[in-house]
């Protein structure tokens, strides 16, 4: 079965052991491990030693959105040691300067597709650049980005159909006008049901929407179904 679980960061922004916590005895056989401000990024690696993962059969890592020229390096080499963990490290293309320092991740890099407030990243055409100068980087499938870009879900079909080969991971939820990620809702789920037999059955999925520990299950059905998805197995009753 394909692996499902939530973004840490959806669940308790930067508080990774309160996101985890959340996740126990859930149907989760996935996690992505997020610090998307730079300045959660240090305490979230000295913290990784001590988190047990062992319940996870995917684990991934979302690199901070957004960083200066200046820090560019050091960010990178600290994605590489992430990476060498054998976790993918997904990563917003817009906030790159130097692609080159990105090289060293190899197919363990993922860039993503990116929402419409942003000023590239956002549709085949303009992934394009990042592809050529990173060749080996894979693909995280953000549905919701693509979703909110082109409501028809035509670019959706194209990104999938472009870089296929390459999606290694999906970010699932729904993208407000604002830019921001809500709960799946069922019109979303059915827009997603457009591109979903394209997107490969071993891809990674990953819910970035916002969930109570009493909806978790709940909004994993919404994206179980929206992508064609089997149940998980109901828990026998004690």
Known sequence: MRP????????????????????????????????????????????????????????????????????????????????????????????????????????????????????TGRTVEELGAFFDALPEASFCFDIGHAHQVDRTMTEAHFLVKQHRTRLKQLHVSEV??????????????QAFQRVAAQVPSEAALILEAPASPGDLERQMAIARAALSLPRAPEKARA
Do not use: C
């Open 176 to 189: 407000n006008a604002g830019s921001r990620h809500d709960a799946l809702s069922q019109s979303a789920a």
């Open 4 to 119: 499902m679980g939530y973004s840490t960061g959806a669940l308790a922004l930067s508080d990774v052991e309160r996101a985890l916590s959340m996740l126990e005895g859930s149907s989760a056989t996935a996690v992505e491990l997020s610090a998307l401000r730079i300045s959660e990024l240090k305490p979230l690696l000295r913290l990784l030693g001590s988190l047990d993962l062992s319940r996870y059969h995917y684990v991934s890592f979302h690199a901070p959105s957004r960083f200066d020229a200046a820090e560019e390096r050091v960010v990178a080499d600290a994605m590489a040691e992430v990476a060498a963990l054998g976790w993918l490290v997904v990563l917003h293309p817009d906030t790159l300067h130097d692609l080159g320092a990105w090289r060293q991740l190899g197919g363990l890099l993922a860039i993503e597709n990116m929402d419409k407030r942003k000023r």
